[in-house]
Every structure is written in structure tokens, then in C-alpha cells.
């Protein structure tokens, strides 16, 4: 989730072991001062994505799950509390400790981290039902919940406050999400996810059935819808690329570097010609210099 969304992680600015990333999380571009702040935003985010995503429960046991750790993430956020270590049967209590320090010390928006949980719940919720998406309109609604309060928890790490700013972080962070989606288009339809808008395929005289056969007939078509999201996704990144130049230091090159490559992966999408359905493509290290010539130019 991505952001962190269950489709993602790739969350905005995030990286964990054993899961794939675009973007790298608490790096060395990262203020050291904030990195255990950030690591433990980005690990309450990933922990949560894999209780909605990942292994073999059944719906009712995920949204369970995301229930109690809602509780203890209510419980860490509490003015006397510092970590869920005193709470009853604590199933998470390092996490919740990580967390509960950086949000004491740093005041932490503790909406944003519940926005975070219920996309995760609304995930389960709409895979269990097998929920079509109707328009962009509510896909940047989901967008607003699982990918937007990740960049708004780091520009209040970084002292960046202003509507502005959070706009733009909030372009970044959709776009990022979005990229995500038509990224993963040939991993989340055999699981049962699908963030194709209704009202897209309709224009496009195409059905998500045709994308799960590839259907060869379909062809031109679902190339032209896959190019008419990504532009869409392109657009939005560019409107708040704005924001690289009002994050300080080191930070700002890092989302500088964020912001390239989420354009890359468009990229590759691209130059593939927009059948993601067929190929999830990646950002591969080899492209570093490559991202840091763009960021340069920012």
C-alpha cells in the first residue's frame, strides 16, 4: 500500500526487509535525528499492511486483527502512555513502543496514522466484496486515507506545515499510490484487487475480465486505458514536485529523488507500451545515477 497502502508500501518513502520498494525509507538522506521517527512510522504502516494482505485469513480474522491494533496503537498515542509494554496481552509491544516514543517526542498527528488503518480496513473490506472502483474521484478518496497521511506525517517531522505544502504533499503521495496501482496491475488481479475505474473501462469499451485473460483483442485499447492513467498519475506527481524546494536539506533531495522515481516507473510503463497487465515493472539500483542527474535538475 503502496504509500502505504496493501497494494503498495511501496508506501511512499518506504523500504522494509523483505518486501519490494521503489522508495528508499530512513536513508542516509534522512536526518539522522529523524530516522527512528521515520522507521517507526514506516514499520506501524508495513506491519499493518501484512496483517490486511498478506498469509491466509479469512476477512473477518484480518479486520479483527486491524481492530486490536487500533487499540494499541490508541493506547501508545495516550499522554501517559509510552508504549503498549503496561497494556494487557500487547501483541505488538516493540512496535507500539518505537511509535509511541516518536509520537510523544515529535507530536505526531495521531488522524493520520487512524486514516492509515482504515484504508488498510477498507481494503479487506472491498476485496472481501469484490468492490469496483467507480471513477478516479474515489480512487483519490482511498488515496487520501492510504498514501496521503504518510507524506503528511513526514512534513510534520520536518517542520513543513503549510496548506500549501501539505497539498502538494498530498499530489505527491496520490500520485505515488496511483503509480502504484498501474504498476501492479498484473499482481493484483489475481489476487482480487482491482483499481481500474469503472467509468474508465466503460469509455474504453473494456471489462476487468479483459485484463485478467489479456485478452488480444483488447489489446490497443487496454494500452490506451493503461497510458490515459498514467498520464493522469504524471500530471499529479509534477503538481506537487513544487514541494522538493520547501523540504530542507537532506530531506529534500530525498524526496527529490521519491518524486524521480515514481516518473521512472511511468517510464518503463511507457516503455513497455503501457501493458503492466502483462509485466510489473521495477526501478533497478543500476538507475540511481540516473535519478540523481534528474533530481539535479529539479
Known amino acids: 500500500m503502496t504509500t502505504a497502502s496493501s497494494s503498495s508500501p511501496d508506501a511512499p518513502l518506504g523500504s522494509g526487509v523483505g518486501h519490494y520498494e521503489n522508495f528508499p525509507v530512513a536513508s542516509w538522506l534522512c536526518p539522522p535525528a529523524l530516522r527512528p521517527a521515520v522507521a517507526a512510522i514506516y514499520h506501524f504502516a508495513r506491519t499493518a499492511d501484512d496483517l490486511a494482505d498478506e498469509g491466509e485469513a479469512t476477512p473477518t480474522q484480518r479486520l479483527a486483527d486491524l481492530a486490536r491494533y ?11 502512555s509510552r508504549s503498549t509494554l503496561d497494556m494487557p496481552d500487547a501483541r505488538w509491544p516493540g512496535l507500539f513502543q518505537a511509535l509511541g516514543q516518536a509520537a510523544h517526542r515529535h507530536g505526531l498527528p495521531a488522524a493520520c496514522l487512524h ?9 479487506v473490506r472491498h476485496t472481501a466484496s469484490g468492490h469496483r472502483y467507480a471513477d478516479m474521484a474515489e480512487l483519490l478518496a482511498y488515496c487520501r486515507l492510504s498514501a496521503n497521511p504518510v507524506g503528511r506525517l513526514l512534513l510534520h517531522l520536518y517542520g513543513v506545515r503549510d496548506n500549501t505544502a501539505l497539498q502538494q504533499s498530498d499530489q505527491i503521495c496520490s500520485a505515488l499510490q496511483l503509480i502504484n496501482f498501474w504498476q501492479d496491475i498484473s499482481v493484483d488481479l489475481p489476487r482480487q484487487r482491482c483499481y481500474l475505474p469503472a467509468d474508465a ?10 485484463f485478467e485473460s489479456a485478452n488480444p483483442a483488447k489489446t490497443a485499447a487496454m494500452q490506451a486505458l493503461v497510458a ?13 514536485a513544487p ?7 537532506r530531506a529534500g533531495w530525498e524526496l527529490r529523488l521519491v518524486v524521480q522515481g515514481g516518473l521512472r516507473i511511468l517510464d518503463r510503463i ?19 545515477p540516473l535519478l540523481v542527474w534528474r533530481a539535479l535538475w529539479m
Open 243 to 249: 514541494l522538493v524546494h520547501r523540504v530542507p536539506g
Open 270 to 288: 511507457a516503455a513497455q507500451q503501457h501493458r503492466s497487465w502483462q509485466t510489473r515493472v521495477t526501478v533497478h539500483k543500476t538507475e540511481l
Open 201 to 210: 473501462l466503460q469509455r474504453h469499451g473494456l471489462s476487468v475480465a479483459d
Open 115 to 123: 486514516d492509515l488503518l482504515s484504508a488498510f480496513e477498507q481494503d
Open 70 to 80: 487500533r487499540a494499541e496503537l490508541h493506547h501508545c498515542l495516550q499522554p501517559t
Open 228 to 240: 490515459e492513467l498514467c498520464a493522469h498519475a504524471r500530471g499529479l506527481m509534477q503538481q506537487g
